[in-house]
């Protein structure tokens, strides 16, 4: 207990799945967590179990593709708890239909590319300014983007995502700021579990089905809540830059 006690947390895509298992968990261990996302009502949801179990929140409705908002969500955090510790760039979206690089969706791209790979420099460029040595960014990337599975465009943003990492680790090294990386493999969250199965691209999962197990057991949110939550203290103190693929050997 009391792992983060002190610390101020702020975890984007906190309204379900990973996010919100982090976010729970985080304030059973003594953070200030900030929350975000789109959707306002899902947030405060998840707002009200951390109060109710005696936590400190802040959910501030955010949408991690427009630079301003991500500046505000920062700013939000520095107001109410008085700095950043912490920073969780889980918010992130699929294309449709896990589509191959031969059947991607322009409008998909936009989108995708906005949200998973623009939202997540934006949010660490914001959070830079206020975080102090000793902090800890942790991205929320994804085993597509370590071996190439599931759809082009989701794919590529998870890739960026890893090299963004190391980008920022490298940046940040001097300052004592940590930037990791986990890639959770099959994952059942509400995000995966919305997937349109008329919409797949039988012909990247057949692709997917050469190179892993996918009938193995999938994560949960809380297993890579855990994660996370090593990440952000200070047991991890001296890893940076590092890539952890947490999907119980799908993908060895």
Known sequence: MDRLKG???????????????????????GANVVISARRKAALDDVAQKITAAG?????????????????ALMQAAVDRFGGIDVLVNNAGVLDTGLKGV????????????????????QCIRAALKFMKEGGSIANVASVAGVNGGGGAVYASTKAAVIGLTKHTAMLMSSKFIR????CPGNIYTPMTASIDQSQLDMAMMGAMSKHGDIALKSCQPDDVAKILMFLASDDSKPLTGQILVSDYGVFL
Do not use: H
Not at 55 to 71: F, H, M, Q, R, Y
Not at 179 to 182: I, R
């Open 7 to 29: 610390k101020t947390a702020v975890i984007t895509g906190g309204n379900s799945g990973v996010g919100a298992a982090t976010a729970i968990l985080f304030a059973s261990e």
């Open 55 to 71: 936590g400190n929140v802040l959910a501030v409705p955010t949408d991690i593709s427009k630079n301003e908002d991500c500046v």
């Open 102 to 121: 031969d059947k991607y969706l322009d409008d998909d791209a936009q989108k995708v590319i906005g949200i998973n790979q623009i939202g997540t420099m």
């Open 179 to 182: 930037c990791n990386a986990v």
